[in-house]
């Protein structure tokens, strides 16, 4: 069959490449998996929706109250909170990617995967940790005074770490990773001769790196800014453990404590505003960086060797962010899970949590990567302004932190449980009460939503380092769209899939606030266990949760540090 086409292929060369995207799109199989990627993108856009029509509702009289006396005071906080994370992470992200791109000195191969370690730590299990650490009877100031000659805390203290300072401080030792992958990304493929020609001009190394390097990195640096914007704007725990009052804490106060869903809708609308703000820079700075890249293809630059002395204090300065944002509360939640287990041994309860998130988070992986493997596939076979659009709203649920996805999807599934309630008892007289919501129906979905991005995005990368010929050439031997996504593109893509799925795996392990507001009865995860400890005060009890879920975190930094170490 395929040799009796020949001919006609041969005699009409172009045409048959030209108008298979078409002829494919018109197809029924063609249809079929648009429609697929309609239901992802109808499923994504349904909280959305649902936060509108909630949102125009009213609060119930308490939409005044929240506008005079609490949003002025959740947006300045968030805002001073985002201003003063965007800095440190900034700085210390850069700083840390020229260091172990432009220099050359000891423990620098290490370096470049030790600066990722932080991002296994949770941002609320760093808070957790530090309050531990630096609490007036802690580890660390019991020590200051028995070396100042002081026995009470009344004699004295450090400043306390619940405040914004606090807040910024900590959430910036978790987050600068995020510039540190992007920049360090751009450093490396910068052409070497821009350098060398800065050089000859006489200009020094730190003008190189402030005159040069720096404005060419600048659209990675936005990119890192905004995805670590984003963790923080999500953050629940670590903003409510160090007292400071963001939008996101409000929503939970206004939905749990004073019971007004549609108040906390309106305050869901202004953090969906701020989300979809940072994913715009985002977006914009990644069409300029991809521009920047490939526009300097060139050889690597080398490295600058530093002397014995300045190489020591390169490598001292450079562990500090490990040693604080991973290492000191990774050994300090070692310690006290140590003894813990010791005196009273393991909590039977955690077992079974253990359990509750893996297979949750398990669950939720496989149908994300499957979604993403989907929207990825019909984006890049079937491109047309349509596809397109649907491949965008199938991604806004990046720009939802974890609060407003969970009240976007509790509205339509407690309707839609109402309803199969209603007609359980009209046709069998059976009352099937919370049915999605009480069997976390409704909680997978919302990890569904908030994580289908980074399933979309691992696939379409992998996809986008396979050449369209591939494509072509399986068509021209008879394979139909399924045929090439199983035949060609998962064999070559099967790396892009794994990293996907071990990413989207431990952000659902990880994941607080929507964890948090819809989860079922007496069903308890890992995070939400730790949460609970750490709000009764009981540090103890939740440390060996936490130290779960920052030893399950490190295998995405280990991951990332292979993949930029091949990329090197």
Known sequence: MVISAAPDALARPVAPARAAPAAVTRSRSGRLWVAGLALVAALVAVPVLALLWQAARGS???????????????????????????????????????????YEFPGRRWLEWLLLLPLAVPTYIIAYAYLDILHPLGPVQTAIRALLG??????????????????????????????????????????????????????????????????LARPAIAVGVSLALMEALNDIGATEFLGIRTLTNSIYTTWVTRSDLPGAAQIALVMLAVGVALVGLERRARRSQR?????????????????????LVALGLALVPVLLGFVFPALHLSIVAFRRVQASGVSPRLAGEALNTVVLAGSVTALVVAAGLLVAFVTRAFQSRTTAALGRIAAIGYAMPGTVVAIGILIPIAALDRSVDAAAREWFGVSTGLLLI???????????VRFLTIGSGGVESGLARLPRSYDHAARCLGRGSCGTLCHVHLPLCRAALAS?????????????????????????????????????????????????????????????????????
């Open 60 to 102: 119930q009289g308490l939409w005044s109250h929240m506008l005079a006396h609490v949003l002025p005071q959740a947006v300045s906080q968030t805002a001073i909170l985002l201003a003063g994370v965007g800095v440190l992470v900034t700085v210390i992200g850069t700083s840390a990617a020229w260091l172990v791109t432009a």
């Open 150 to 215: 002081f026995d009470s805390p009344r004699d004295f203290r450090l400043p306390d770490i619940r405040s914004m300072t606090g807040g910024i401080l900590l959430l910036g030792l978790v987050l600068y990773p995020y510039v540190y992958l992007t920049t360090r990304a751009m450093f490396v493929t910068q052409a070497a001769n821009l350098v060398e020609v800065s050089r000859s001009f006489g200009v020094t190394r730190r003008g190189v790196f402030l005159r040069v390097a720096l404005p």
């Open 291 to 311: 521009y920047l890249t490939k526009a300097q293809r060139a050889r690597p630059l080398a490295r600058h060797r530093l002397g014995p002395v300045a190489g």
């Open 438 to 448: 009480g069997s976390g129906a409704a909680l997978s979905y919302a990890y569904f």
């Open 500 to 568: 996907a799925a071990l990413l989207v795996f431990v952000d659902c392990m990880k994941e607080l606030p929507a964890t948090l507001l819809l989860r079922p009865l007496n069903f308890e995860t890992l995070a939400t266990h730790l949460y609970g400890e750490a709000a009764r005060g009981t540090y103890e009890e939740g440390a060996i949760a936490a130290l779960l879920i920052v030893a399950v975190g490190t295998l995405p930094a280990m991951l990332l540090a292979r993949i930029g170490g091949k990329a090197n």
